[in-house]
């Protein structure tokens, strides 16, 4: 066998740390003294200290002199790039399944007031107002804080996408997005998210992944969610959008249509399946080859909140198992207090439920690691039971199942050799994470997102030890707060849409 | 009239920050290009930018030549210490009214078990172990989390609480401290709870204060309560226990005795009140004159949880109400899936509800801004009220309630003349806090624990931008872990209790 030419050193390797891996029934575990290697956007292998691979250069040569005499350690294999490990936890980027990245513009504006209010009086007046440009800025503004809490991908539905996928592109984040419409807007509206969809899927080097993105049952007609699965299985998009937000919009839907919102979006066809749903197309443009794991493929339909999901909808769940996925984001839910998604139920019939924060006009920030912990927190309420939702469920929920959720299960959400590396390091050493006693437990409930301290997509390292290096944030906030006077304005009396459940 | 002697320069200068204040009606609101002048450990004055006082050194001689010529900007007052406050928003310093401050040392330790199994099988064996220097190197770690996460005031409920003592005299902070005490422990552990009271209030400068601590009306008998109500009267100390946790200890309180735990507690006179309750005795050690609210004197009993008080106890409450008040402990609720604190039938009836976060062996941290955030949030959802508990509303628990809770209402809490300089300066600049709609929001529910820059207790800074100044972590975690295979043996089968609630 002909060797293959030596590929060179990697382009970076982490040295030293401790990382979070899943074994092969999907178990999370930890590696001790850990060696991750990336090459090409890809992790090459994890490897604990004393095994780490010989230097990449002699691998398909071991008789070739040892190339290892660098300025590294002795075991550190050649990189263009290393990372101090040590004292570090090593974790896949945590995935933010459902937010609206804009709305950072409008953190704070509406307080304390119920759903209705929320969205009549102060969100959809508001957002009349909204321009593309406040929407480079907000989500700008967005990727900055994602970045600085340990976030590597999110799912973004909102308006005026191609400046989010713009901002994605040059911020280094990955994401999922997708253009949002209601029946309101005419045909226009579908035809647009279908346009940014076909536009955008794979850009920024594969890290752009697309879908439809009707924004809910009750504010898009049967119609229109019958004509978006018809495109969404033609095209080979996702479908990303809200249901069941709580239980008064399933009793809202329950009265108007005698059907649940789920069974309203299984009667439209959009639970159907036939997608390869993973937002890239058939063409597929380099996401990496994942790890042969049965949930390579991504999902179809990705349901917002489900906090509304009964009983009954469990068998029409099932019948899509590997299918659909469910974001939920606790901190909204206890804010206009609804109960959480059911998590206990969807994890029965196999539906995996990734986390997320919605936007920042009704969770206030883009905290994910707050995510986890409040899901392992809200379902241990929801359920009378301390034992549920234990912290490495939690991990489980923000690792493989957060990928799953944004169509990408094969690719991310795992320290594992062909996955992309999406990696952050967080650091334990602060009085509030020691001792530890059980690493899991610290990692979800003690640490906070202040602790990443650096942050890495397809290989490339967007925050190094506490500092951004790809979004200016001073420049970004200032912009952005001159303009609010003008996107606060609510004189007009206009809104775009009338929220009724 | 003889003017006074010019005092000289102030301790502490804080200028250009936000500074969180009280109006007459206690309504929080906010004081823009503030500075805030401390002298003696007292807060002097927090002014608004174009009205700062004059140099100190004028104030009783308008016409002594100007002494403000120093290296300081034209506006800022003399000071030994001069902090620029600009892009920060000055609070009173945070209050834990309930931790056992040492149990980091078991933080992690017991996870994802219900209440019985926690105490029975994981704490109460381990506490067997306990050491007196494990007490040092827990609260030592304790209090550099505390300093760093903005809480300039703990009340304790521990075991040899004489370490805790001598923790928060080196580190600076300030504590209401109760010796812990079982009725199994015969009648030396009430004996041992009333010495270190007496002979450790005042301690630090009037930093420390003290109380009787017995545990909780289910480990503590009817007549230990009751002469734990006598002796608190008899020296003018406030009582700290445990009470009505949740509501199947209420249930279990009322099958035994047929009556709830708070009426178990008046009935032992805990409720009647007559001591002073400021935990300094009648010749109260120094700490500030307060500013003259009608809540200056501090309560006689702090009761820990609560989550299980029924309506039938409120007028048995209300009857006390300025002698008694609740801590809650938000996090630990949703834990072990208990219902929150009633704080709203506990407003109504005018009961401070202070911030807690019980020990890390059940919150997994000392953050007591996140317990602010699910006060909020947990209040919402229990009450089905996305109106309920505003930010503003959750300030007043964090500031004058929590200082109310552990007796020091007149004294801290409030950034006001006359106050004690327990002040924590917060960064709201990071990309998770932009831009401010709501000051109030903001602060409630995008700033976390991390962003708190400076903290300062009594006019000291304990931590200047970011840098702690009183504790080593690594060399106090690095002990403490050393030790932690000693203290986590459980093979002898021993435990300090048993749990039957």
């Given at each position: 066998m002909t060797p293959h030419p030596a590929p060179g050193p990697a382009d970076l390797v982490i040295t030293g740390c401790t990382a979070l891996v899943h074994d092969a029934e999907e178990r999370v575990g930890f590696v001790e003294d850990a060696t991750v290697v990336v090459r090409d956007g890809v992790i090459e292998s994890v490897t604990a200290g004393g095994d780490a691979p010989p230097a990449p250069g002699n691998r398909d040569a071991p008789d070739t002199p040892d190339t290892r005499d660098t300025p590294h350690a002795p075991d550190t294999p050649d990189a263009v790039e290393h990372l101090d490990g040590r004292g570090l936890v090593a974790l896949p980027g945590l995935v933010n399944?459902?937010?609206?990245?804009?709305m950072v513009a409008l953190r704070g504006l509406a307080e304390d007031v119920p759903i209705d209010t929320w969205f009549n009086e102060l969100i959809w007046p508001v957002e009349s107002n909204l321009t593309e440009r406040d929407v480079t800025l907000g989500a700008r503004l967005a990727c900055a804080e994602l970045i600085r809490g340990g976030v590597t991908c999110f799912a973004d539905h909102y308006f005026a996408m191609d400046a989010v996928a713009d901002v994605v592109a040059e911020s280094g984040m990955r994401a999922l997005l997708g253009q949002a419409f209601f029946s309101s807007q005419g045909p226009e509206g579908r035809a647009a998210s279908l346009d940014f969809a076909l536009r955008r899927r794979g850009d920024a080097g594969g890290r752009v992944t697309t879908c439809l993105a009707p924004h809910a049952p009750y504010t898009v007609d049967d119609a229109d969610l019958a004509a978006t699965a018809r495109l969404a299985r033609e095209h080979g998009l996702p479908v990303h959008l809200h249901a069941a937000e709580d239980r008064a919009q399933t009793e809202q839907s329950l009265a108007r249509h005698g059907l649940t919102p789920i069974e309203v979006l299984a009667r439209a066809g959009l639970l159907d399946g036939d997608g390869d749903g993973d937002g890239n197309g058939e063409s597929g443009t380099g996401t990496g080859t994942g790890t042969g794991t049965s949930t390579d493929t991504g999902i179809d339909l990705l349901i917002a909140h489900g906090t509304g999901i009964l009983e009954r909808d469990l068998p029409v769940l099932t019948r899509a198992a590997g299918r659909v996925a469910v974001a939920s984001a606790p901190r909204t839910y206890l804010r206009f207090g609804w109960d959480p998604t059911p998590v206990r139920a969807l994890a029965r019939i196999g539906v995996p439920v990734g986390l997320a924060t919605d936007g920042a006009a009704s969770n206030n920030s883009l905290d994910v690691w707050e995510s986890m912990a409040l899901t392992a927190l809200t379902q241990k309420h929801a359920e009378r039971d301390p034992t549920w939702l234990t912290s490495r469920q939690a991990l489980h929920h923000a690792t493989l199942q957060s990928a799953r959720a944004v169509g990408l299960g094969g690719h991310i959400g795992s320290l594992a050799a062909g996955r992309r590396a999406d990696i952050i390091l967080v650091d334990l050493t602060g009085p509030h994470t020691r001792p530890v006693h059980d690493l899991a437990a610290t990692l979800v409930h003690?640490?906070?997102?202040?602790?990443?301290r650096t942050t890495i997509v397809d290989g490339r390292i967007l925050m190094r030890d506490g500092e951004l290096l790809t979004v200016d944030v001073p420049e970004t906030a200032r912009e952005l707060e001159e303009r609010l006077p003008a996107l606060v304005e609510r004189g007009h009396g206009r809104r775009i849409q009338q929220y009724e459940s």
């Open positions: 399944c459902h937010t609206h990245s804009p003690s640490a906070r997102s202040a602790d990443v």
